[in-house]
């Protein structure tokens, strides 16, 4: 008697014979288990998108790209993080380890946003959205992006429509209060009258 097994169409079956040359032979095929073949878990990476220094309204009005990393090399995934996915997305199916050989070497998956050249931005770079700059940083998978807001520098007189101080009431010093966008800042500035 002699064994073999053979895949007929996709499925396992084990061939035996019997028999001789004078009787002749019979071929009896059994089919077998199935066979499953060993797949890799998967494992998935949701990213968010955390802005600073910029009001709710005005970030709704921004978009990103981020380009998935595994293992430190780029990918070819990207999502787009916007208001219409609530600056959130998820790459899914994504290969726990890339083979199952007995040495369980995890993939690590890491993002970084991306410039409108596809080039991948590391933490501290500056990115230009619109009019607006920002300098990208990264917690994990959250993208954060922080409102380079440069300062600028104020300067004013105080007109004074009282015939040159006819009536000698004028102060010797006056105080200035910084508003911003209709909000007291708390600074103030004293000039002496000159």
Same mark, same amino acid.
């Given at each position: 008697?002699?064994?073999?097994?053979?895949?007929?169409?996709?499925?396992? *079956?084990?061939? %035996?014979?019997?028999?001789?040359?004078?009787?002749?032979?019979?071929? %009896?095929?059994?089919?077998?288990?199935?066979?499953?073949?060993?797949?890799?878990?998967? %494992?998935?990476? %949701?990213?968010? &998108?955390?802005?600073?220094?910029?009001? $709710?309204?005005?970030?709704?009005?921004?978009?990103?790209?981020?380009?998935?990393?595994k293992n430190g090399v780029a990918t070819s995934q990207e999502k787009i993080l916007d208001k219409d996915?609530?600056?959130?997305?998820?790459?899914?199916?994504?290969?726990?380890?890339?083979?199952?050989?007995?040495?369980?070497?995890?993939?690590? *998956?890491?993002?970084?946003?991306?410039?409108? !050249?596809?080039?991948?931005?590391?933490?501290?770079?500056?990115?230009?959205?619109? !009019?607006?700059?920002?300098?990208?940083? *990264?917690?994990?998978?959250?993208?954060?992006?922080?409102?380079?807001?440069?300062?600028? &520098?104020?300067?004013? !007189?105080?007109?004074?429509?009282?015939?040159?101080? $006819?009536?000698?009431?004028?102060? !010797?010093?006056?105080?200035?209060?910084?508003?911003?966008?209709?909000?007291?800042?708390?600074?103030?500035?004293?000039? $002496? $009258?000159?």
């Open positions: 008697m002699h064994q073999m097994t053979l895949s007929l169409m996709g499925a396992w *079956y084990r061939a %035996t014979t019997s028999g001789s040359m004078d009787a002749g032979f019979t071929v %009896t095929n059994k089919k077998s288990l199935t066979f499953t073949p060993m797949i890799p878990a998967t %494992t998935k990476l %949701t990213v968010s &998108k955390e802005w600073s220094g910029l009001s $709710q309204a005005n970030a709704n009005n921004q978009s990103v790209t981020v380009k998935l990393f996915n609530n600056f959130k997305a998820t790459f899914d199916n994504l290969p726990d380890t890339d083979a199952v050989n007995g040495v369980n070497t995890k993939n690590v *998956y890491t993002v970084k946003e991306v410039d409108a !050249d596809g080039n991948a931005l590391n933490a501290g770079d500056k990115i230009k959205l619109g !009019d607006k700059e920002f300098v990208v940083s *990264y917690d994990g998978a959250k993208v954060k992006n922080t409102l380079v807001n440069p300062k600028i &520098k104020l300067e004013g !007189d105080k007109v004074w429509n009282d015939a040159n101080n $006819q009536d000698g009431i004028r102060p !010797d010093e006056v105080t200035v209060k910084l508003i911003a966008n209709g909000i007291d800042t708390g600074k103030t500035s004293q000039r $002496q $009258q000159g």
